[in-house]
């Protein structure tokens, strides 16, 4: 049961696009993970010896779960950071944000310096190592994982409005298009506005949920997952647009006689 302490929570980040830096710490926590429970198994060690070994297992393990901590940390550091053109409200807020986590990377490095041996400080013990994690775990939960979830809402709401601003200027060119062939006889234009209409729906639906989303962050009350819940549809609604633009291609297609 002691092994669930070193499993921290594999955070999925805005746009499920986790770096490398991220998915290499990931990886070295599952091996390390994998060693700790070779060696609670390992039947053929003396006490001693399989005691010496879970240690180092144990401390390995656990120092590469802060590790992954430390790389989760800056990631969202540096998602956090690109975000512009923010109103005042949410700039504070994104501010505040930046300097949590900062906070929390000082945490976790020196947590990272108490776990690594040194050769002036005596060697840490099987129980203290164990303690040592079980800290570290409850920090996760109950300060770490909370604030990480408003962060992580945070970034996924102002990524939408990223997607939402592409996806409109792609919506005024075609509508900017569809006015210049106006009097086109090779493209049928009423044929194409009806389909341009409706990706301008779901683009208007998705800026009203959008900005209750916004307005979600800054409201103390709101569960980070209702807001997540809010930016998928916002997403739903920007995709569905997509599929109404590509429709529209298909139709030029036909009216050009394109294969």
Same mark, same amino acid.
């Given at each position: 049961?002691?092994? @669930?302490?070193?499993?921290?929570?594999?955070?999925?980040?805005?746009?499920?696009?986790?770096?490398?830096?991220?998915?290499?710490?990931?990886?070295?926590?599952? %091996?390390?993970?994998?060693?700790?429970? !070779?060696?609670?198994?390992?039947? +053929?060690?003396?006490?001693?010896?399989?005691?010496?070994? !879970?240690?180092?297992?144990?401390?390995?393990?656990?120092?590469?779960?802060?590790? *992954? +901590?430390?790389?989760?940390?800056?990631?969202?550091?540096?998602?956090? =950071?690109?975000?512009?053109?923010?109103?005042?409200?949410?700039?504070?807020?994104?501010?505040?944000?930046? &300097?949590? @986590?900062?906070? *929390?990377?000082?945490?976790?490095? !020196?947590?990272? $310096?108490?776990?690594?041996? %040194?050769?002036?400080?005596?060697? @840490?013990?099987?129980?203290?190592?164990?303690?040592?994690?079980?800290?570290?775990?409850?920090?996760?939960? +109950?300060?770490?994982?909370? !604030? $990480?979830?408003?962060?992580?809402?945070?970034?996924?709401?102002?990524?939408?409005?990223? @997607?939402?601003?592409?996806?409109? =200027?792609?919506?005024?060119?075609?509508?900017?298009?569809?006015?210049?062939?106006? /009097?086109?006889?090779?493209?049928? #234009?009423?044929?194409?506005?009806? #389909?341009?209409?409706?990706?301008?729906?779901?683009?208007?639906?998705?800026?009203?949920? /959008? %900005?209750?989303?916004?307005?979600?962050?800054?409201?103390?009350?709101?569960?980070?997952?209702? +807001? /997540? &819940?809010? #930016?998928?549809?916002?997403?739903?609604?920007?995709?569905? =647009?997509?599929?109404?633009?590509?429709?529209?291609?298909?139709?030029?297609?036909?009216?050009? /006689?394109?294969?």
């Amino acid at each position: 049961m002691f092994l @669930l302490v070193l499993l921290p929570v594999f955070w999925v980040h805005p746009t499920n696009a986790q770096s490398e830096d991220l998915k290499t710490a990931k990886e070295a926590v599952q %091996q390390s993970y994998d060693k700790l429970v !070779e060696v609670q198994g390992e039947q +053929t060690l003396t006490k001693e010896e399989q005691a010496k070994q !879970e240690l180092e297992a144990l401390i390995a393990a656990l120092k590469e779960v802060v590790q *992954f +901590t430390i790389t989760e940390t800056e990631s969202l550091i540096q998602h956090l =950071s690109a975000i512009k053109g923010l109103s005042v409200e949410t700039a504070k807020l994104q501010l505040d944000y930046l &300097k949590e @986590l900062d906070e *929390f990377l000082i945490y976790q490095q !020196e947590f990272l $310096i108490k776990i690594t041996p %040194q050769e002036e400080v005596g060697a @840490l013990t099987l129980v203290e190592i164990k303690q040592l994690a079980l800290d570290f775990k409850n920090w996760r939960e +109950t300060v770490y994982d909370p !604030e $990480i979830k408003k962060i992580v809402s945070f970034i996924m709401v102002f990524k939408g409005s990223e @997607l939402l601003s592409i996806a409109t =200027s792609r919506f005024n060119k075609i509508a900017l298009d569809l006015r210049l062939f106006q /009097n086109s006889k090779l493209i049928k #234009v009423d044929l194409l506005m009806p #389909v341009l209409q409706q990706a301008g729906d779901y683009l208007k639906e998705a800026s009203k949920l /959008n %900005q209750v989303a916004i307005k979600s962050l800054l409201a103390t009350s709101t569960d980070p997952v209702d +807001t /997540n &819940k809010l #930016v998928e549809r916002v997403v739903g609604l920007i995709k569905s =647009s997509y599929g109404k633009f590509l429709e529209m291609s298909s139709l030029v297609k036909k009216m050009l /006689n394109i294969q």
